[in-house]
């Protein structure tokens, strides 16, 4: 018998690397990590046992690089490779190569991630698995402009073009009436092959007040596989997550369930191995599946909240060839979590803010959690992604995480760079999102009035 892998390489950056490093150390296991020319002196990378610099920092060259990552990986003894999220965290390619060079991908088969990271053929396992899905076609469109009117006419307007194998928010465009369908399938066409390298796009229904609703899995290879409760991410700004929040407020506990059960049978029946997450939009008390992420997420503290479990550390025990140590029976959900993104960047013109951060002081207290890789010194670089920390709280109720937001928010300062603290501050005081259950739009409407607010 070989031995357990003991050293994971970390092909990431930022919190969600500290965040894994933390995972190794509480498990045991050596812990190297990657890092670009531009991230150098990130004071994170302490935290490991050993780091590789692995090129400039360009992400293409460095984090985006699988060669640069299998040397890496070779020249530091690792044995697994945990990819975070972003960069190759779903590239089937990379899960491929990890496993040609004899190592352990944490995370599912190149397979699996094959046919759950290409949204239409994620659309068609999950019809075929009794998930409901957005009303639509389960297969590409095709090039001929009928065809294409005659699909919208079928599913009825407004209707959302898709690519593929799109991600963060882009690659997407409403349409509400027929003269703009043709041009609208050829402009996405055209974004899906420049952003995502393959030109494939499907069309749904554009459902008009949905909230976004998210089920999260961990599954073993031993054919179990668990769901682990919901999140409510629906405050969003061009697609993409402000705030999340566990569980979803106000919808019907019976009916998550079942859709979670369904979630967790899916993944017994695909073979899928480690965390993942099915992404769905609600309206009036149906749930419909938009697609699923194959990685951790950057809002899964709000479930290690509400469950007490670290779902990092269970996701590499996993993928070293555990048992799941927890069963369905056993997840016990309690209380209500709250996360705020914060990110280096103008609170109005949410225009990113690089520099260095000459002053810092986090919030603490009862059910406060920060999960940051930022210090004081530490430059936020230009090149990458601009969130700097992410702020839970957790109480017995949505009222007191709510309450316990506010004093965090309130206690938190980034001396330096600008942040979207302020932001955040005046979302955790709105009426409507403190009512909860706000739909996807909700953000940007209520946006609107605030610059209307503020031009007054
Ligand atoms: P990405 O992979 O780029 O994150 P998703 O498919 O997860 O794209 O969609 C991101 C967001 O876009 C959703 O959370 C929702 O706000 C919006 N969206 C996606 N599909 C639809 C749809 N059919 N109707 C309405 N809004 C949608």
């Known amino acids: 018998m070989t031995a357990a892998p003991q050293t994971v390489l970390v092909a990431n950056r930022g919190e969600i690397a500290l965040r894994i490093i933390r995972a190794c150390r509480y498990l045991g296991l050596r812990v190297v990590c990657a890092h670009s020319e531009a991230d150098r002196d990130a004071p994170y990378l302490k935290a490991a046992d050993e780091t590789i610099c692995i090129g400039p920092a360009a992400a293409a060259k460095s984090y985006l690089n699988i060669p640069a990552l299998l040397a890496a990986a070779r020249t530091l003894g690792a044995d697994m490779i945990h990819p975070g999220y972003g960069f190759l965290s779903e590239s089937a390619e990379f899960a491929e190569a990890v496993a040609a060079a004899g190592l352990t991908f944490i ?230 979590a709250i996360e705020c993104r914060i990110n280096a960047e103008d609170p109005s013109s949410f225009v990113s803010s690089a520099g260095t951060i000459t002053g810092l002081r986090l919030p603490g207290g009862p059910g406060v959690r920060v999960d940051t890789h930022a210090v004081a010194g530490m430059t936020v670089s230009p090149f990458y992604d601009s969130m700097i920390a992410k702020v839970i709280t957790f109480g017995q109720t949505r009222d007191e995480a709510l309450a316990r937001a506010r004093s965090a928010l309130a206690e938190m300062q980034v001396e330096g760079v600008l942040t979207n603290i302020p932001l955040h501050r005046q979302i955790m005081a709105e009426p409507e999102f403190c009512a909860g259950g706000v739909s996807i739009h909700h953000m940007e409407s209520w946006l609107k009035t605030r610059e209307g607010d503020n031009a007054a």
């Open 107 to 336: 995370g599912p088969s190149a397979d699996v991630m094959r046919m759950m990271g290409d949204k239409v053929s994620a659309k068609r396992a999950m019809v075929a698995h009794g998930v409901p899905c957005v009303p639509g076609p389960d297969a590409t469109l095709p090039e001929d402009p009928a065809v294409i009117a005659a699909i919208a006419e079928d599913i009825g307007y407004p209707v959302i073009m898709k690519a593929a194998g799109g991600g963060g928010g882009r690659g997407m465009r409403v349409v509400t009436n027929p003269s703009e369908l043709i041009e609208a399938a050829m402009l996405t066409r055209q974004e899906a092959g420049r952003f995502f390298g393959q030109s494939d796009i499907y069309m749904e229904k554009y459902l008009a007040r949905p909230r976004h609703v998210e089920i999260q899995i961990l599954a073993d290879s031993h054919g179990n596989a668990i769901w682990l409760g919901d999140r409510d991410c629906s405050m969003q700004r061009r697609h993409q997550k402000v705030v999340e929040e566990a569980p979803a407020p106000g919808i019907d506990r019976g009916l998550i369930a079942e859709i979670g059960a369904r979630c967790a049978a899916s993944c017994r029946e695909i073979g899928y191995v480690g965390a993942g997450t099915f992404e769905f939009l609600y309206e009036d008390g149906q749930f419909f599946f938009i697609e699923m992420n194959t990685r951790v997420q950057v809002e899964h503290p709000v479930t290690e909240m509400v469950t007490g479990l670290d779902i990092v550390a269970m996701q590499i025990d996993v993928a070293r060839g555990a048992a799941l140590a927890v069963t369905q029976d056993q997840v016990r959900t309690t209380g209500h």
